[in-house]
């Protein structure tokens, strides 16, 4: 299969924009990336999701003020246009350490919709299934041009319709083999995390009733690694981003300033090539990402409000190679996509 981190010299062409072809030198680390990603047909509901939200319990309820919402979704994820030879302007083009960067930007677009949720304590507020529960439109950054040693060599740009903006920043690394997945603490930072105790009632009732009878919210990327068992993952490339990184973060709108700040982004991608029995080979995508949101005041000590993870699991397939570009205006000079 094509190497995802083989990256050839920059031509001298300009900057310009064509579709997106899977195995383009130029894109580097995501060169395996372009077409459409998705859970159906191959692996539908492998998408879970868990929020806490403030919530007011109601009247005899008691607890905690907030709620923890879970989700089995299905997602599609698209990798169409590629911007090519994006200038940044350097002090002095003669310097090499200080001449002009040209940056590969490849968009992105993610839809997600929920098959099934449920809350604890339960607010009549989960939804129906079938309800779309996220949009977000982006860019993925090679950076590998003009890039100091110690910097970050890619970039992600997302922007979410509830009012949030990210720039998380990483690097790529290859396994020759499966990926090692982490485990994430999805416990709230700043309080006790013992399970046992009152505050963590929501997180007990799913730790102890599993969502859908396979989702435990306290170690949510269990499932990632079950679905890699028994699967023959001859290379991984792995995708890194992180929005505490220096030059990095999140810009939100006042409100969600102010009711549950989207404070902190990491995530990881898995791309991963699987051979077959039968010898022939097929493209699966893992990731796991997790958003802090800040609210309610801290009882530890520590500084700021309760960070509390809303972590996202996933694992696709490739389902097409195929870009449809035809909905994109073209850049002066450009001929076609």
């Known amino acids: 299969m094509t190497s995802p981190v083989h990256l050839e010299p920059f031509t001298d062409e300009p900057r310009h924009l064509e579709a997106a072809r899977t195995g383009d030198p130029e894109l580097g680390p995501f060169q395996l990336l372009p077409g459409t990603w998705a859970n159906v047909p191959?692996?539908?509901?492998?998408?879970?999701?868990?929020?806490?939200?403030?919530?007011?319990?109601?009247?005899g309820v008691g607890g905690p003020p907030f709620r923890l919402l879970v989700n089995q979704y299905n997602e599609e994820l698209k990798f169409q246009l590629v911007d090519k030879k994006i200038p940044n302007r350097g002090i002095n083009p003669a310097d090499p350490a200080n001449g002009d960067q040209r940056i590969i930007a490849l968009d992105y677009e993610q839809a997600i919709s929920q098959i099934a949720a449920d809350d604890f304590p339960q607010s009549g507020l989960a939804g129906d299934p079938d309800l779309a529960i996220h949009h977000e439109p982006g860019l993925l950054l090679n950076m590998a041009d003009q890039t100091f040693p110690g910097e970050p060599t890619i970039a992600r740009l997302a922007t979410i319709p509830h009012g949030d903006a990210?720039?998380?920043?990483?690097?790529?690394?290859?396994?020759?083999?499966?990926?090692?997945?982490?485990?994430?603490?999805?416990?709230?930072?700043?309080?006790?995390?013992?399970?046992?105790?009152?505050?963590?009632?929501?997180?007990?009732?799913?730790h102890d009733n599993l969502f859908r009878g396979l989702f435990d919210p306290t170690d949510p990327t269990a499932l990632l690694k079950a679905a890699n068992e028994g699967v023959n993952i001859v290379r991984t490339t792995v995708l890194e981003f992180d929005s505490t990184v220096e030059r990095g973060g999140i810009n939100n709108i006042p409100f969600i300033v102010r009711q549950a700040n989207a404070s902190e982004m990491k995530a990881t991608f898995f791309i991963q090539e699987i051979e077959n029995e039968d010898g022939t080979n097929r493209l699966r995508l893992q990731y796991v990402q997790d958003v802090l949101l800040d609210f309610f005041p801290r009882t530890d000590g520590g500084p700021g409000r309760i960070k509390w993870p809303h972590v996202s699991i996933n694992t696709m397939e490739k389902v097409s190679d195929v870009v449809d570009t035809s909905s994109y205006a073209r850049m002066p000079g450009q001929d076609t996509l």
């Open 166 to 206: 990210v720039l998380a920043m990483g690097n790529p690394s290859v396994l020759n083999g499966p990926p090692v997945i982490p485990t994430v603490n999805a416990l709230p930072v700043g309080v006790s995390q013992d399970l046992d105790s009152r505050y963590l009632a929501a997180y007990k009732h799913f």
């Open 42 to 59: 191959g692996l539908p509901g492998r998408g879970w999701n868990m929020i806490a939200l403030p919530f007011s319990p109601p009247p």
